[in-house]
């Protein structure tokens, strides 16, 4: 069963919240009889920067569209892109791992996964392994080694582990090299509701968290885990629907994804994680980055619409931006 399929129908239910799914075929994704176009021109570094994915009615992504195809809103008006391209972009990657108590049993799947991921980085392309239960950790160093960065993925699940889901992407993007052109990503693959647990630090929300990722610039990426769940011994429908509840992934994540410009999956026990993980790091080397001066410096949030003006072409890209301030 192709996982995106499952995914959709997961999400189905939540539509009017989560984030598009991330659709991809490997065969699009290779490039073939893909015309790549090199940037229009650069400017300063006041330009937005817009990165769009684009797939067709079928879910296929689209990898060959001009600039004459796309059209950027700023607050409803649309704004002349002064950059183009289509060539894959370097990121700087960090994967954060769920690793609360509920994630028993999982453990080999995200190790499989997360090394395939790190066999997609470009040769341009970074990564760091952060993991999030009782303690939040990420790794000291940038790489793009998967012998290096497979070292660095977690090798148990302590009982009784919280779920600090947003103290955790905070943290991970703290761990971004500054310094860096490369584009930030933050994929974080979770089964659970936010639960901080007891830190002793100043808890994250959703909206904190959005916020940042906005004003840095971060792409976040969701992976929601379901897990396999039983029927309660005499608990009936009612508690079956308790359980069930309380087994789902936190829908805030969805929503940081589609606001980032990222993709969510809702991945179920029959899904494929590992081609979760390969599909979402081809599509980062996919998309078309767009950009234009902002109309006003302002220092205030600003809605994006980006659109494909040929038909049958669904684009995702981040939903705001915080307009620099000044003359």
Do not use: C
């Amino acid at each position: 069963m192709n996982v995106y399929n499952s995914i959709r129908r997961g999400l189905s239910s939540r539509a009017r919240v989560l984030a598009t799914t991330t659709v991809l075929v490997i065969a699009a994704l290779s490039g073939a009889g893909a015309q790549e176009q090199r940037p229009a021109f650069r400017t300063g570094s006041d330009t937005v920067r817009v990165y769009a994915t684009v797939t067709d009615r079928s879910g296929r992504l689209v990898t060959d569209l001009t600039k004459d195809a796309f059209e950027v809103r700023d607050d409803g008006k649309a704004q002349p892109i002064i950059v183009f391209d289509n060539s894959p972009q370097p990121i700087q990657l960090i994967v954060l791992l769920d690793v609360s108590s509920s994630m028993q049993g999982n453990l080999p799947l995200l190790r499989a996964g997360s090394r395939q991921l790190f066999a997609e980085l470009g040769p341009k392309d970074v990564a760091k392994v952060g993991s999030f239960g009782k303690e939040i950790v990420i790794s000291t160093e940038f790489t793009r080694d998967v012998e290096k960065l497979t070292a660095a993925l977690p090798v148990e699940i302590p009982e009784g582990a919280p779920t600090p889901l947003w103290k955790a992407i905070d943290q991970a993007m703290s761990a971004f090299d500054t310094k860096s052109d490369r584009r930030r990503v933050v994929i974080v693959l979770s089964d659970g509701q936010d639960a901080p647990g007891g830190f002793g630090l100043k808890i994250m929300t959703q909206v904190e968290v959005i916020d940042r990722a906005r004003a840095e610039d971060v792409m976040v990426y969701g992976i929601g885990m379901r897990p396999r769940i039983s029927a309660p011994a005499g608990g009936g429908i009612a508690g079956m629907s308790a359980m069930m509840a309380a087994a789902e992934p936190d829908p805030g994540l969805a929503v940081t994804a589609e606001e980032t410009g990222g993709g969510y999956a809702d991945i179920r026990p029959r899904d494929d994680l590992v081609a979760a993980f390969t599909q979402i790091a081809r599509e980062l080397h996919s998309q078309y980055l767009l950009g234009y001066d902002p109309p006003k410096r302002d220092g205030k949030k600003h809605k994006i619409e980006v659109r494909v003006l040929k038909g049958g072409m669904e684009p995702r890209a981040r939903k705001t931006y915080v307009a620099p301030k000044g003359s």
